[in-house]
């Protein structure tokens, strides 16, 4: 197979990178791992330096024995010698109160003095990688103590999701960001749009005349795009039982993930070009009215139920959760994009959490040939269907009809799967290795501006609204199951059914 190889180079932009929860889960876990392949892989520019700040006493020493075990647990490369010791040279450990206004002052002047040392500039980056209550408080700080200053070559903030929790509070939550930092220099993470598999729907769409061609509703069936987990609500009650799945999955990945599905061919890969395409896509998502959810929404919530062979509790038994609970713990939806090349295909969504596999992936079902040369009542034909898988495991399947040779007039159907292709090629970046790297050299494609973000809430609004109306009847499928029935019959209804490839065609 011939292969035509991009490199990322490293850059040469100085910097400093300000982690707020340097402590937290998502920094161990994520962050530092990523920051280690960074170095390994020789993406890191000469002088960078990486300030995590905590709640936590602690010294430099200590935090660094932490993140060492995190690297040892969760790097998709073994820790060596050489990178570790850069690390232990480029990282370091502040702690604070960050919801005390009055601290930011002295971490300013640890900042400069640290950029004194170091070579870095007065270049930026503040990551946010805390709890969506506290952003406002530390932009607030940065701002008062001018730690945001515009005199340096860039100040860049990285907020992660939740980007608020409705469409006015995710304006107000805006405006006061867009007062610290321009919009370009605001990194707002979908941590999606960093897998590779998810880049890859772009290359497939535009470097694949065939698929492009008929990438519209003249060709397309339907389009449906699945994220489900096995997982529950683990220790994140609390979060979850304000979040729920339309504002945890829904408003951010999954429309996000259509919108780069259904985009109009942008005019270069330029960053503005590509958002400004997504941001049409979610502008046409048709008008939501009562009516139209009534009969194309189904909203779920798990209750007990058994898992790869364990029982497991329901999501009102869970902890942090109260026990007569109505968020949703799954979405299904079916949706028009109102423009000409989507007008009458519908995208069928469904995310969910303890469903029976965890899995992601987008099915692009093609329409089906007319029922007069092969078809009777024993051969039926499959339609032509393109898989991305983008978890677990990432490949891209396409099934298509050819003669049984074992069954006289039989048809089969065969697929051209790129799986084991992918897999060879092996340990890819993880989705936060290639999202620092850009926001280090300071390129937004993969994060979402502001207007995508409410457009994103306006549809997601709408929906969390009408599920607010009503009491819905919670719990209404057993933990282990692929969701409510109601979610099948939403398709049924429509002649068709969920495409299943998590354990081969079905
Ligand atoms: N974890 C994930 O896998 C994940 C995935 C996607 C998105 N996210 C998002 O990432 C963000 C962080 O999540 P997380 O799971 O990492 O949270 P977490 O484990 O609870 O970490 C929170 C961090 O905030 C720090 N902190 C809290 N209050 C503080 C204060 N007053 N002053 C200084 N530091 C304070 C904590 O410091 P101490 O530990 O020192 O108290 C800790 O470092 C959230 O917005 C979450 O939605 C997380």
């Not at 050489?82 to 900042?111: C, G, P, R």
């Not at 998810?198 to 509703?217: G, P």
């Amino acid at each position: 197979m011939e292969q035509k190889k991009t490199q990322r180079n490293a850059i040469d932009l100085p910097g400093l990178l300000v982690i707020f929860g340097g402590t937290g889960d998502l920094t161990n876990r994520k962050l530092i791992p990523a920051i280690y392949n960074l170095i390994r892989d020789g993406l890191l520019p000469e002088h960078f330096k990486v300030l995590a700040v905590g709640r936590k006493e602690k010294t430099t020493q200590e935090y660094l024995i932490g993140i060492k075990e995190s690297i040892m647990k969760y790097s998709r490369n073994e820790i060596k010698e050489e990178i570790w010791n850069k690390i232990q040279s480029i990282v370091s450990y502040y702690k604070m109160d960050f919801t005390n206004l009055t601290q930011y002052e002295t971490l300013l002047s640890h900042v400069e003095k640290l950029e004194q040392k170091s070579k870095t500039k007065r270049n930026r980056i503040f990551y946010l990688a805390v709890a969506p209550e506290y952003f406002e408080t530390i932009i607030q700080g940065l701002q008062e103590s001018r730690l945001t200053d515009r005199s340096s070559d860039y100040n860049r903030v990285v907020i992660e999701k939740p980007f608020g929790k409705d469409l006015s509070t995710a304006r107000s939550l805006n405006q006061k960001i867009v007062h610290a930092f321009e919009e370009k220099n605001i990194y707002r993470i979908d941590h999606y749009l960093g897998k590779e598999m998810i880049q890859n729907i772009l290359v497939l769409r535009f470097c694949n005349f065939i698929f492009e061609s008929i990438w519209n509703n003249k060709y397309i069936d339907n389009i449906q795009i699945t994220l489900s987990e096995t997982l529950g609500v683990e220790s994140r009650g609390a979060y979850y039982e304000k979040s729920g799945a339309m504002r945890d999955m829904v408003q951010n990945h999954i429309l996000q993930i259509l919108s780069l599905i259904a985009m109009e061919p942008p005019v270069n890969l330029k960053m503005d070009s590509i958002r400004n395409e997504k941001q049409k896509v979610l502008e046409a998502m048709e008008e939501i009215s009562d009516e139209f959810l009534e009969k194309n929404v189904v909203f779920g919530q798990y209750g007990k139920g058994m898992i790869n062979g364990e029982s497991v509790a329901g999501y009102q038994q869970e902890k942090n959760v109260d026990p007569e609970s109505q968020t949703e713990t799954f979405v299904a939806l079916k949706m028009h994009i109102n423009n000409f090349r989507w007008s009458g295909t519908p995208f069928y969504i469904r995310t969910g959490k303890r469903l029976q596999k965890s899995c992601g992936e987008i099915v692009i079902q093609f329409k089906s040939m007319p029922e007069i040369l092969y078809y009777n009542n024993t051969f039926e034909q499959t339609p032509n269907l393109l898989v991305i898988k983008f978890q677990p495991g990432v490949g891209v399947k396409f099934c298509f009809n050819t003669k049984d040779f074992q069954v006289h007039n039989g048809i089969m159907t065969s697929q051209m799967d790129t799986s084991a292709v992918t897999t060879e090629q092996g340990n890819t970046p993880e989705a936060y290795e290639r999202l620092l790297y850009d926001i280090i050299r300071g390129d937004g494609t993969l994060f979402s501006r502001w207007d995508e973000v409410e457009a994103a809430w306006n549809v997601a609004d709408r929906l969390i609204q009408y599920r607010e109306q009503k009491k819905s009847p919670f719990p209404n499928y057993e933990a282990g199951s692929m969701g409510p029935v109601r979610a099948d019959i939403l398709l049924k209804e429509d002649g068709r059914k969920w495409w299943d490839f998590s354990g081969g065609l079905k």
